[in-house]
Protein backbone atom coordinates (compact mmCIF):
# COMPACT_ATOMS: atom_id res chain seq x y z
CA UNK A 1 0.00 0.00 0.00
CA UNK A 2 1.28 3.31 -0.82
CA UNK A 3 2.15 6.38 2.26
CA UNK A 4 -1.06 7.82 0.04
CA UNK A 5 -3.68 5.64 0.61
CA UNK A 6 -1.88 5.42 4.54
CA UNK A 7 -2.46 9.00 4.98
CA UNK A 8 1.35 9.77 5.22
CA UNK A 9 2.46 13.73 5.30
CA UNK A 10 3.26 15.22 1.40
CA UNK A 11 7.14 15.90 0.82
CA UNK A 12 8.44 18.62 2.39
CA UNK A 13 5.33 19.22 4.70
CA UNK A 14 6.92 18.39 8.12
CA UNK A 15 9.44 21.19 7.39
CA UNK A 16 6.46 24.25 7.12
CA UNK A 17 4.10 23.29 10.04
CA UNK A 18 2.02 26.04 10.94
CA UNK A 19 3.33 27.85 7.82
CA UNK A 20 1.25 28.84 4.52
CA UNK A 21 -2.18 28.68 3.99
CA UNK A 22 -3.54 27.32 1.03
CA UNK A 23 -7.23 28.42 -0.52
CA UNK A 24 -9.18 26.41 -2.54
CA UNK A 25 -11.83 27.58 -5.21
CA UNK A 26 -13.34 25.36 -7.20
CA UNK A 27 -14.58 26.23 -10.87
CA UNK A 28 -18.04 27.12 -12.11
CA UNK A 29 -20.76 25.71 -13.53
CA UNK A 30 -20.00 23.32 -17.19
CA UNK A 31 -22.50 21.48 -19.04
CA UNK A 32 -21.29 18.45 -17.41
CA UNK A 33 -21.14 19.40 -14.06
CA UNK A 34 -24.61 20.62 -14.44
CA UNK A 35 -26.01 17.15 -15.83
CA UNK A 36 -23.36 14.88 -13.39
CA UNK A 37 -21.47 13.60 -16.47
CA UNK A 38 -17.89 12.49 -15.31
CA UNK A 39 -15.54 15.63 -16.29
CA UNK A 40 -11.94 15.10 -15.95
CA UNK A 41 -9.90 16.08 -18.74
CA UNK A 42 -12.33 17.33 -21.16
CA UNK A 43 -11.89 20.70 -21.73
CA UNK A 44 -15.36 22.33 -21.60
CA UNK A 45 -15.88 25.97 -21.18
CA UNK A 46 -17.97 27.32 -18.43
CA UNK A 47 -21.60 28.00 -18.88
CA UNK A 48 -23.52 31.61 -18.60
CA UNK A 49 -24.40 30.52 -15.01
CA UNK A 50 -20.69 29.22 -13.91
CA UNK A 51 -19.19 32.87 -15.30
CA UNK A 52 -21.91 34.44 -12.78
CA UNK A 53 -20.71 32.14 -10.05
CA UNK A 54 -16.95 32.81 -10.61
CA UNK A 55 -17.21 36.57 -10.45
CA UNK A 56 -19.40 36.11 -7.20
CA UNK A 57 -16.14 33.92 -5.86
CA UNK A 58 -15.07 37.55 -5.35
CA UNK A 59 -16.45 38.36 -2.67
CA UNK A 60 -14.90 35.35 -0.32
CA UNK A 61 -11.35 36.53 -1.66
CA UNK A 62 -11.55 39.97 -0.95
CA UNK A 63 -8.98 41.53 1.48
CA UNK A 64 -7.01 38.37 0.70
CA UNK A 65 -3.17 39.04 -0.15
CA UNK A 66 -1.70 36.32 -2.01
CA UNK A 67 1.44 35.46 -2.58
CA UNK A 68 1.08 32.98 -5.52
CA UNK A 69 -1.79 32.14 -7.56
CA UNK A 70 -2.21 28.72 -9.16
CA UNK A 71 -4.65 27.55 -11.83
CA UNK A 72 -5.37 24.45 -13.75
CA UNK A 73 -4.57 24.66 -17.15
CA UNK A 74 -8.09 23.58 -17.95
CA UNK A 75 -10.52 26.47 -19.10
CA UNK A 76 -12.94 26.19 -17.13
CA UNK A 77 -10.67 26.72 -14.06
CA UNK A 78 -8.70 29.40 -15.92
CA UNK A 79 -11.65 31.31 -16.72
CA UNK A 80 -13.13 31.26 -13.16
CA UNK A 81 -9.31 32.50 -11.65
CA UNK A 82 -9.21 35.41 -14.33
CA UNK A 83 -13.18 36.08 -13.74
CA UNK A 84 -12.64 35.74 -9.61
CA UNK A 85 -9.94 38.81 -10.03
CA UNK A 86 -6.73 36.57 -11.02
CA UNK A 87 -5.75 37.40 -14.34
CA UNK A 88 -1.97 36.70 -14.01
CA UNK A 89 -2.68 33.20 -12.14
CA UNK A 90 0.30 30.41 -13.07
CA UNK A 91 -0.37 27.75 -14.68
CA UNK A 92 -0.27 24.43 -12.36
CA UNK A 93 0.29 21.07 -14.81
CA UNK A 94 -0.49 19.25 -11.62
CA UNK A 95 -3.95 20.17 -10.82
CA UNK A 96 -6.22 18.88 -13.79
CA UNK A 97 -9.09 16.77 -12.51
CA UNK A 98 -8.95 13.34 -11.87
CA UNK A 99 -8.77 11.45 -15.27
CA UNK A 100 -11.56 9.04 -15.19
CA UNK A 101 -10.81 6.97 -18.39
CA UNK A 102 -13.55 5.11 -19.75
CA UNK A 103 -15.60 7.43 -18.04
CA UNK A 104 -14.92 10.36 -19.38
CA UNK A 105 -18.43 12.12 -20.46
CA UNK A 106 -20.45 9.62 -18.69
CA UNK A 107 -23.15 10.14 -16.58
CA UNK A 108 -22.67 9.15 -13.11
CA UNK A 109 -26.03 7.85 -12.68
CA UNK A 110 -25.65 5.55 -15.47
CA UNK A 111 -22.36 4.14 -14.18
CA UNK A 112 -24.36 3.35 -10.92
CA UNK A 113 -27.30 1.84 -12.57
CA UNK A 114 -24.75 -0.70 -14.27
CA UNK A 115 -22.66 -1.33 -11.62
CA UNK A 116 -25.02 -1.38 -7.78
CA UNK A 117 -22.81 -0.17 -5.44
CA UNK A 118 -20.60 1.56 -7.57
CA UNK A 119 -18.31 4.53 -5.79
CA UNK A 120 -15.57 6.17 -7.44
CA UNK A 121 -13.79 6.29 -4.05
CA UNK A 122 -13.57 2.65 -3.64
CA UNK A 123 -13.93 1.28 -7.03
CA UNK A 124 -11.88 3.71 -9.00
CA UNK A 125 -11.95 4.40 -12.70
CA UNK A 126 -11.16 1.71 -15.88
CA UNK A 127 -8.09 2.74 -17.91
CA UNK A 128 -7.90 6.44 -15.52
CA UNK A 129 -6.02 7.48 -12.99
CA UNK A 130 -5.94 5.17 -10.14
CA UNK A 131 -6.86 7.38 -6.88
CA UNK A 132 -3.08 7.35 -5.74
CA UNK A 133 -2.12 8.69 -8.58
CA UNK A 134 -4.34 11.68 -8.06
CA UNK A 135 -3.33 11.63 -4.36
CA UNK A 136 0.52 12.01 -5.67
CA UNK A 137 0.02 15.37 -7.96
CA UNK A 138 -2.21 17.11 -4.86
CA UNK A 139 0.81 16.04 -2.72
CA UNK A 140 3.40 18.19 -5.04
CA UNK A 141 1.60 21.07 -5.29
CA UNK A 142 0.61 20.87 -1.23
CA UNK A 143 4.61 20.58 -1.13
CA UNK A 144 4.85 23.88 -3.43
CA UNK A 145 2.70 26.24 -1.48
CA UNK A 146 4.19 25.06 1.85
CA UNK A 147 7.70 26.43 0.30
CA UNK A 148 6.05 29.85 -0.18
CA UNK A 149 7.57 32.38 2.61
CA UNK A 150 7.50 35.86 3.31
CA UNK A 151 10.01 38.19 3.75
CA UNK A 152 8.39 39.66 7.43
CA UNK A 153 7.38 36.13 8.46
CA UNK A 154 3.70 36.25 8.57
CA UNK A 155 2.38 33.10 6.88
CA UNK A 156 1.80 33.07 3.34
CA UNK A 157 -1.39 32.67 1.61
CA UNK A 158 -1.79 30.51 -1.97
CA UNK A 159 -4.84 30.01 -3.82
CA UNK A 160 -5.29 27.09 -5.76
CA UNK A 161 -8.07 27.33 -8.69
CA UNK A 162 -8.88 23.53 -10.17
CA UNK A 163 -11.38 21.49 -9.62
CA UNK A 164 -14.05 19.03 -7.29
CA UNK A 165 -12.53 15.69 -7.06
CA UNK A 166 -8.60 17.10 -7.15
CA UNK A 167 -9.64 19.83 -4.77
CA UNK A 168 -11.31 17.15 -2.09
CA UNK A 169 -8.27 14.80 -2.62
CA UNK A 170 -6.19 18.18 -2.04
CA UNK A 171 -7.75 18.61 1.75
CA UNK A 172 -7.65 15.01 2.34
CA UNK A 173 -3.89 15.24 1.43
CA UNK A 174 -3.28 18.77 3.53
CA UNK A 175 -5.10 16.89 6.59
CA UNK A 176 -2.01 13.64 6.13
CA UNK A 177 -5.46 12.00 5.40
CA UNK A 178 -5.35 8.86 2.46
CA UNK A 179 -6.82 10.64 -0.57
CA UNK A 180 -9.62 8.28 -0.66
CA UNK A 181 -10.80 10.53 2.94
CA UNK A 182 -11.58 13.19 0.05
CA UNK A 183 -14.81 11.91 -0.21
CA UNK A 184 -15.86 12.87 3.26
CA UNK A 185 -15.70 16.83 1.92
CA UNK A 186 -18.27 17.70 -0.77
CA UNK A 187 -17.94 21.02 -2.58
CA UNK A 188 -19.76 23.17 -5.08
CA UNK A 189 -19.12 24.66 -7.87
CA UNK A 190 -17.20 28.00 -7.43
CA UNK A 191 -17.16 27.59 -3.78
CA UNK A 192 -13.96 28.80 -1.68
CA UNK A 193 -11.73 26.86 1.14
CA UNK A 194 -9.22 27.60 3.32
CA UNK A 195 -6.80 24.74 4.05
CA UNK A 196 -4.71 26.35 7.81
CA UNK A 197 -3.84 25.20 11.05
CA UNK A 198 -4.71 24.62 14.46
CA UNK A 199 -1.71 25.59 16.01
CA UNK A 200 0.70 23.21 14.39
CA UNK A 201 -1.73 20.99 13.15
CA UNK A 202 -3.28 20.97 9.57
CA UNK A 203 -6.61 21.88 9.66
CA UNK A 204 -9.75 22.84 7.42
CA UNK A 205 -10.22 26.93 8.45
CA UNK A 206 -13.53 26.97 6.31
CA UNK A 207 -14.81 24.77 3.52
CA UNK A 208 -17.03 25.75 0.97
CA UNK A 209 -17.68 29.54 1.37
Known sequence: MSNISKGSTPASATAALGGPKLWLLRHGETEWSRSGQY??????????????????AQAALAGVDFDLVLTS???????????????????????????????????????????????????????????????????????????????????ANVLLVAHGHFLRIMAARWLRLPAGSGRHFVLGTAKVCTLGWDKKTPAIEQWGL
Open 39 to 56: TGLTDLPLTQVGEDQARS
Open 73 to 155: PLQRAHRTAILAGFPEAIVEPNAVEWDYGDYEGVDSAVVRAENPGYLIWDNGVPNGETLEQVGERADRIVSRALAITREDGNP
